[in-house]
Structures are given as C-alpha cells and as structure tokens.
C-alpha cells in the first residue's frame, strides 16, 4: 500500500487545504501561497563515521508560513524521509498551531538516515551537522525545531550546544523538547500522548461512554503510544491491542500494559517476545470502542476503512487515513478526531516551553498538564462545532480551523 499513496502525502493535503480555503471564502491566491512551503531548504550534511570514513547525509528542514509567528516543527531521523513528506509535515504543524491558536506557524525537518544503525557518537554528529547546515535560518523568533520520529531530547541537547557555541549566546528557546537540565519543560515528553488522551475523553463524552467502559486498540506502541496505553490503562479503560513493526497483540480480555511496557526496548518493540501474534492491518479491524492509529502514515486506506469496527477513530500518528477512508468512516457514522487536531497536544507544550524559555520563569507538571487541557480541549470544541454547524467531517473543519488564523494573517500582512 505504502508506495503509490505514501507519495501523495503533500498532495492529498493540499487538496483538503484547498476545500478548506474555499468553505471558508478565500481566493485561488491564498490557496497558491499556502500550498507549498514559504522556504524549503535542503543540506547535505558530511559525517565522520566511527570507522573512519565520510558519510555525507541529506536534510531538509521547510518553513511553511510565517505570517502568524516564527515556524515551529520536529526534525526526524528516518530511512524514508523524503522532500515532500516534509512539506506535508510543514503544512500539518501550521493547522496544528491554527487549530491550537498558537502564534506560530508550521516548520518540519528531517534527515535521511537509520539512527537504529548509527553508534551515539556519529548521532551526535549528524545532529551538530545539521544545525550548522540550516543555523541562519532558523533560531528562536525564526524557526524552532524540536524533536519527532526517532529524534529525543539528548539529540535536541547536542543541537541547542551546536547553536549556541555558533551563535555565541545561551538561546534554550532556539529548540524545545529539551531535557529539564538544560531548559525542558515538566510535561514536555508525555504531552503528545496526553493530548491524545484528552481528545478520546472528549470523543467519548460526546458518544456517551464512560472511559472505564472503553475499550482501546492502539496502533503503535512508541513514544506516543506507550504512553498512552499507560495513560488509558490508568484512567481505567481497557486496552486489547497494541502494536509495534513486527506485529500485533490483542486479547479481547484487554493486555497487561505494565508487562508489556517493562518489556519494550528502546525503539518500543516489545512483539517480538510473544508467538502468538497477529498482523497490524489484521489488529486495526479488531472490534473496539476507539481505535488509535499512533504509528505511520496510510493505515487506514479505502481498502480497510469499510473493515473497522471501532466506533471512534482518534489520529495520534500523521497521516494514518487516506482521503477515502476518512469518506467512508464518516459515512458509516464513526467519529474521527483527526491527527492535525489530536496529536496536537506536543506542539502545545513545545509552545510552554518556549514561553517558560523567554521569560525564565519554569512551571510545575500540575499547571502545565492543566493549561494543556484547556487549550485541547478548545481546540476539541471549536473544531466539533464547525464540524456540525457546516456539516463536514472532522478532518474539513480542523483544516478550516486550522488555516483560517493562517490566512487572516497573510491578508493582514497585505501578501495575498
């Protein structure tokens, strides 16, 4: 599946973009400036490796649109990243903060490499490599990195001290996701995964269940969906199926979380460990009350949309349904909190830790996690309002959320 639509990321985005702009009345012009990034730079990055030979890698980092604020958005290590994946990203993060009412806009990076085969030290490396390839264009009122696929905050670490021995000058708001020594922020690394956890409490409500009558398959089982298993698991739900890329594991009973997360490895496998397996497309059209696709694009395509049983559908990974699929889910009348709206949650807290960075003053877990909810819950709100007052789907109308702050802006700023 993956091939032919994994291409069409940057395109089936600017597609909703477009209906997005047109529901909301702006021209064919706001339309042309919003459906590719306002700079997109790639650099190609020379590494010394442990055995003593030059690697040079490619990297990109996009700065979708700056009209609100400076650009904010991940960088990720993967074999796959490719120059559209990242314009897509870019877009993403510039509804996200849209629809989350952040003043920044969307930025997205990445690097072509498998960290899972690369020692520390040439990790350290790349990643001081890359903040010299883009350092003039990026910084804390310009663009703001901060970790995503296969990135964490010891690689954030190596790129703030990159930044400031080239700049001369302490800037921890250059990069968030940091660890909490060098200016982190107390949530910071479960804020993905709590976001999530907000948006299913808020799907339930509004399907009247009660979260102790849930019952959970989560697609994925890394940073974002270890958590959450825990998270849900605690709130008293029941999780019957996690996966990872080996496989699946289900058990209508609902799955030990605290054994399996004891288990996991670093790069959050843990299936490998159990024979009686079963295949990530066959867990996603297991019976549930929700399902989480917290793993990678396409999952949920034209091909299996009509197979889910779950009867809400929450996006904690990117892209995870097609066009199609989200057609058919909502035609089958299964709510979708899609990804742009529901995965939000990391952004929101890389924006408090940028605030906290600016005016050096740090807060405690408690309040972050409280104005996190606040500002999810909002979001949650203001995108099921449209979502029925215009009567779209969810996904229209956290992209019309999403690029209406965007749009007011640029026009402000007489661009468009």
Not at 44 to 55: E, H, L, N, T, Y
Not at 213 to 235: C, P, T
Not at 387 to 410: N, P, S, W
Request: negative net charge; glycine residues 10%.
């Amino acid at each position: 599946m993956g091939g032919t639509e994994n291409l069409n990321v940057l395109h089936s985005t600017q597609v909703v973009v477009k209906e997005a702009l047109t529901k909301l009345g702006y021209s064919e012009e706001m339309f042309e400036l919003l459906k590719e990034p306002l700079r997109m730079l790639t650099v190609r990055i020379p590494v010394r490796m442990d055995d003593g030979k030059i690697k040079v890698f490619t990297g990109y980092r996009a700065q979708h649109n700056d009209a609100v604020g400076p650009t904010k958005g991940g960088v990720r290590f993967h074999p796959d990243v490719t120059e559209d994946e990242v314009k897509a990203l870019s877009i993403w993060m510039s509804l996200k903060c849209g629809i989350v009412n952040l003043p920044y806009g969307g930025g997205k990076g990445g690097i072509i490499c498998d960290p899972r085969e690369m020692s520390f030290g040439e990790l350290e490396r790349l990643s001081r490599g890359y903040v010299r390839a883009i350092s003039q264009l990026v910084g804390p009122t310009k663009d703001i990195p901060a970790p995503d696929v296969m990135t964490n905050s010891q690689i954030m670490a190596w790129m703030l001290d990159e930044y400031s021995r080239i700049r001369e000058f302490d800037a921890p708001g250059f990069i968030t996701g940091k660890p909490i020594v060098l200016g982190g922020s107390q949530g910071r690394e479960t804020a993905t995964a709590k976001g999530v956890t907000i948006m299913i409490d808020q799907a339930l409500k509004k399907r009247g269940i009660d979260v102790k009558d849930a019952r959970i398959i989560i697609q994925g089982f890394g940073n974002a969906g270890s958590y959450l298993a825990k998270m849900m698991h605690e709130a008293g739900a029941k999780v019957l199926g996690i996966s990872d890329v080996y496989g699946a594991l289900y058990d209508e009973k609902g799955l030990d979380i605290e054994y399996l997360l004891d288990r996991r490895d670093s790069f959050g496998t843990v299936t490998k460990l159990f024979s009686n397996t079963i295949s990530n497309k066959e867990l996603l059209e297991q019976p549930c009350d929700i399902l989480v696709p917290a793993a990678i694009e396409n999952q949920i395509t034209h091909e299996n949309a009509h197979l889910i049983k779950a009867g809400i559908v929450v996006e904690a990974a990117n892209g995870p349904t097609t066009l199609e699929a989200t057609k058919i889910l909502t035609e089958r009348g299964i709510l979708l909190v899609p990804d742009v709206l529901a995965s939000a949650g990391g952004v929101v807290v890389s924006y408090f830790e940028w605030v906290q960075n600016n005016q050096g003053y740090y807060w405690t877990e408690e309040e972050v996690y409280k104005k996190l909810h606040e500002v999810m819950i909002q979001g949650f709100e203001n995108v099921y309002q449209l979502h029925q007052t215009r009567g779209v789907d969810m996904r229209l109308a956290a992209y019309m959320v999403g690029a209406r702050k965007m749009a007011e802006a640029a026009k402000f700023r007489g661009w468009v």
